[in-house]
């Protein structure tokens, strides 16, 4: 499926140009959180497909340092090894004569990633890589593309609606809005409050997908209403938590998404944040919903209040569903899932929900029938790792 971008049509093109470049083999895609960071990189690597005979690697961390870049990658390829040295030289054996472009997602908390991919790229002259974090790696074979919130329209000069639709920022939350509302136009009327909250949301794109989502609900006049009357508290609320990594209009804006759920909405919210990369529905029912963690839901009712709860998420826009080889995974943005974790461990749910979350990949990972699902296995890598981290450590 295609990754949805909207806006950044230059973006693509200038990463896509240096990919082309024989010299760069290493590009950093930095920004602040919400800024779309992921959603570049990955429609970056669908257009450059073509140019890498040996395919795409896309490899997303766990926001921790003992992540373990090699084993990471090389479960995505099918290889392991003993140790990590022999780990190494088993991947560079691998790649090394192959045309691959690895795709490396969410690096900011694995210091050594930056290290092990510049030796990767040294020793396999076909190989590149496109990574995306908030700071840049700092070795030398680096390449950093600074990518900035949507530009936002000038509301000094009273643009209208035919200027409004040219804007990026405008653009984006236009087309957010037409998936929860499909009429969804810009007119006149409704022109100078949806620049406005453009302007207030900082072009950040996540924080206006977030907004467009409420349009079912609310008009973009009311929009703007409430983002007058909430907006500043809710900066002001989250300025003094240490939360500097993440943009506070984009944590302000996820929070007022949060803040609307229903208990149990907010329950499952949460409780999603331990999956890395994602879910399908029968790891979802067994690890996050009202379940007690058994691997077979009770009753199809069960089932069905599971999936009326998580289809609130998706419209609240804070869950996106994908297709993988024909199979539903729901997943989250990076700054969404941060916050959502910051959610279960206030909570007090956490070690409960990643014990399940654990036995629930460990059987996966000792499964004959998961096993021979290579593509199952491959969507579910970061689960399987995290969760044979999470027994370690816990037992």
Request: hydrophobic share 45%; charged share 25%.
């Amino acid at each position: 499926m295609a990754t949805n971008l909207v806006g950044r049509e230059s973006e693509t093109a200038a990463v896509l140009s240096l990919l082309q470049e024989p010299c760069l083999r290493l590009i950093t895609i930095t920004g602040a959180a919400g800024t779309g960071k992921t959603r570049l990189a990955r429609r970056v690597a669908e257009e450059a497909l073509t140019a890498y005979s040996d395919g795409v690697v896309p490899v997303s961390f766990l926001s921790n340092a003992d992540v373990e870049v090699s084993r990471a990658i090389g479960r995505m390829l099918g290889i392991d090894a003993a140790g990590d040295e022999d780990l190494e030289r088993a991947l560079v054996t691998y790649l090394k004569d192959r045309r691959t472009l690895l795709l490396l997602d969410d690096l900011d908390a694995v210091p050594e990633a930056g290290r092990f991919a510049a030796r990767l790229l040294s020793s396999c002259p076909g190989l590149k890589a496109v990574v995306t974090s908030r700071a840049r790696l700092g070795v030398p074979e680096e390449h950093v593309f600074q990518l900035s919130p949507l530009p936002a329209p000038d509301l000094a000069r009273q643009p209208d609606v035919d200027e409004l639709l040219a804007c990026p920022s405008v653009a984006l939350f236009i087309a957010a809005a037409r998936r929860v509302s499909s009429d969804f136009k810009l007119t006149p009327e409704n022109a100078a409050a949806v620049a406005a909250i453009c302007v207030r949301l900082d072009g950040l794109p996540l924080s206006l997908e977030l907004a467009a989502s409420r349009t079912n609900l609310l008009s973009p006049q009311a929009l703007l209403s409430e983002f007058e009357r909430r907006g500043a508290s809710l900066q002001r609320m989250n300025a003094g938590r240490g939360y500097s990594a993440q943009h506070p209009t984009c944590r302000a804006t996820i929070r007022g998404s949060h803040d609307l759920l229903s208990p149990e909405e907010r329950q499952l919210f949460r409780r999603l944040a331990v999956f890395v990369g994602g879910a399908d529905i029968d790891a979802i029912y067994a690890v996050a919903s009202q379940a007690t963690g058994e691997d077979e839901p009770d009753s199809l009712l069960e089932v069905g209040l599971t999936l009326n709860v998580l289809r609130a998420l998706v419209d609240a826009g804070l869950v996106q569903p994908e297709d993988v080889s024909g199979k539903a995974r729901f997943t989250m943005q990076n700054a969404i899932r941060e916050f959502a974790l910051e959610e279960l461990v206030s909570s007090g749910e956490e070690p409960a929900i990643r014990e399940l979350y654990a036995r629930y990949y460990l059987k996966m990972s000792e499964s004959s029938d998961a096993a021979d699902d290579c593509v199952g296995v491959r969507a579910d890598a970061g689960n399987i790792d995290a969760g044979l981290r999470w027994i370690l450590r816990s037992h």
